[in-house]
């Protein structure tokens, strides 16, 4: 799918200087030529409700698939930190309780600490959300520890109605439709779920294949550049 017929409803209907400059930022950040020692990594979440069965389903039959039962029992619901490095064909999602400022600051710190070591630079591509902020590692660690994190970080966002431009949503649908679409009791069954997910799609080496440039979005999206008087 070309990634800006990916939720193009959510694209402002009049021009935006802010969304064109943020969008153009991303674009180029994507398009950045190789740079020993720094990584690309794009970070989303979305959540999931863990729903228990009441009866047990129906076994399959030839032809049927098994048959769950229309009732069912609520049991909580996940937040999921989904990280995508396109570049090195590698994802990592984190299941946890909530996503406030300190469970976002974690992770982060897991980016940095376990998952990219050696990196002298991680790229890091996100939504504004309130909690996607550098003063949430001031809010969970000390502020030596949190300046430690940020200094490994470059940070750029996606434009307000930009969440196409984030990777990590793509990666996240693709998530949704082959491990999520269904009913999950718990959040150990959750978490089990989704490592066995990441490990396959890791070992396939499964990418992005972005071919969305800045040229490409100043025809296309021409109607969001303001006019301006030469």
């Known amino acids: 799918m070309k990634p800006w017929l990916v939720k193009q409803w959510c694209i402002p209907t009049e021009s935006s200087a802010e969304f064109v400059w943020k969008m153009e930022d991303v674009l180029d950040v994507y398009t950045r030529a190789y740079e020993e020692g720094h990584v ?16 047990q389903p129906v076994p399959p039959a030839p032809g049927r698939e098994y048959r769950y039962d229309a009732e069912y029992q609520r049991n909580g619901v996940s937040n999921l930190f989904m990280f995508v490095a396109p570049l090195e064909a590698w994802r990592h999602v984190e299941v946890t309780n909530q996503r406030t400022a300190v469970d976002w600051a974690t992770v982060v710190r897991q980016l940095v600490d376990e998952h990219f070591p050696k990196a002298r630079k991680i790229v890091l591509v996100m939504d504004n959300l309130n909690t996607h902020s550098p003063s949430s590692l ?15 970080l470059e940070i750029h966002y996606t434009p307000k109605h930009g969440s196409w ?11 949704s439709r082959q491990c999520l679409s269904r009913r999950i009791p718990d959040q150990q069954t959750l978490r089990r779920e989704v490592a066995a997910w990441t ?10 294949d972005w071919r969305f440039t800045t040229e490409d979005a100043r025809i296309k999206l021409k109607r969001l550049y303001p006019s301006f008087v030469v």
């Open 40 to 55: 690309l990594v794009c970070m989303d979440e979305a959540t999931k409700q863990q729903i228990m069965e009441v009866r």
């Open 199 to 208: 490990n396959a799609r890791n070992v396939q080496g499964a990418t992005v």
């Open 138 to 152: 001031y809010e969970a660690f000390s502020p030596q520890e949190a300046k430690r994190i940020l200094d490994k």
């Open 165 to 175: 431009l984030n990777m990590a949503e793509i990666e996240l649908s693709v998530l």
